[in-house]
T-cell receptor, first 115, second 112 residues
Framework: AQTVTQSQPEMSVQEAETVTLSCTYD???????LFWYKQPPSRQMILVIR??????QNATENRFSVNFQKAAKSFSLKISDSQLGDAAMYFC????????????FGGGTRLMVKP | DADVTQTPRNRITKTGKRIMLECSQT?????MYWYRQDPGLGLRLIYY???????NKGEISDGYSVSRQAQAKFSLSLESAIPNQTALYFC???????????FGPGTRLTVL
C-alpha cells in the first residue's frame, strides 16, 4: 500500500521569505502522480501543483515549485516570496492510474506566515 | 456556480440517527469519491464510484454506505451515526483521462 508522510506538523515563515515543506512517499509503482493541496481556513481543498512521475523536470506554478527526487521518493514544496494569504494547511498527496487515481494523503503541514 | 457542490455544509446530529450527505457535480466526470478528514490525519477514502453501476469500498468504509443516483450525484449515508464519525467530509470528482481530482467545499458533521 502507498503511504505519504509529512514530517513537519507546523512551519512558520516571515512574509516575503522562502519556505520549503517536506513530503516523502512509498510506492512500488513506476507511473504515478504527486500533488500539493492547500486548505485555507475556508476548508476548501485547492490544488497548488502537480507532478507526473515520468517527468524529470520539476513542476512550477508562479511562486510555487517542487523538488521531485524520484529515487529518494521525496516531493518537497517551495513557496517563494511568501504572502499572508499562503497561511493554510498543506497536504501532499499521491495517486496512480493503476489504482483508479484515488488519492492517498499525508497528515498535513500547517504553515504560518508572520508579517 | 461551483462545479462540485455538497449539502449540507454543516450538520449536527445525535447518536443513532440516520444522515445523508449529498454531492452533485457539473463537470461531467464519471468518477466520484468520498473522503473523510480528521485532525492530523489528512483525508482518507471512504467510497468511490467509477460510473453509475460501479461502487467500491475505500480505506474506511465501515459504518457508511453510498448511492450513485446519476452520473452527477453521489450520496454518502450514515445509517446509525456515532460520535467518532464527527469529521469533515469531502466529495471529489475526476475523469478517467486525468489524474486530477476536484473537491467540493466539504460538510462538517458533528455527532453528539
Amino acid at each position: 500500500a502507498q503511504t505519504v508522510t509529512q514530517s513537519q506538523p507546523e512551519m512558520s515563515v516571515q512574509e516575503a521569505e522562502t519556505v520549503t515543506l517536506s513530503c516523502t512517499y512509498d510506492t512500488s509503482e513506476s507511473d504515478y502522480y504527486l500533488f500539493w493541496y492547500k486548505q485555507p481556513p475556508s476548508r476548501q481543498m485547492i490544488l497548488v501543483i502537480r507532478q507526473e512521475a515520468y517527468k524529470q523536470q520539476n513542476a512550477t506554478e508562479n511562486r510555487f515549485s517542487v523538488n521531485f527526487q524520484k529515487a529518494a521518493k521525496s516531493f518537497s514544496l517551495k513557496i517563494s516570496d511568501s504572502q499572508l494569504g499562503d497561511a493554510a494547511m498543506y497536504f501532499c498527496a499521491y495517486s496512480s492510474h493503476n489504482a483508479g487515481n484515488m488519492l492517498t494523503f499525508g497528515g498535513g503541514t500547517r504553515l504560518m506566515v508572520k508579517p | 456556480d461551483a462545479d462540485v457542490t455538497q449539502t449540507p455544509r454543516n450538520r449536527i446530529t445525535k447518536t443513532g440517527k440516520r444522515i445523508m450527505l449529498e454531492c452533485s457535480q457539473t463537470k461531467g466526470h464519471d468518477r466520484m469519491y468520498w473522503y473523510r478528514q480528521d485532525p492530523g490525519l489528512g483525508l482518507r477514502l471512504i467510497y468511490y464510484s467509477f460510473d453509475v453501476k460501479d461502487i467500491n469500498k475505500g480505506e474506511i468504509s465501515d459504518g457508511y454506505s453510498v448511492s450513485r443516483q446519476a452520473q452527477a450525484k453521489f450520496s454518502l449515508s450514515l445509517e446509525s451515526a456515532i460520535p467518532n464519525q464527527t469529521a469533515l467530509y469531502f466529495c471529489a470528482t475526476g475523469a478517467e483521462s486525468t489524474d486530477t481530482q476536484y473537491f467540493g467545499p466539504g460538510t462538517r458533521l458533528t455527532v453528539l
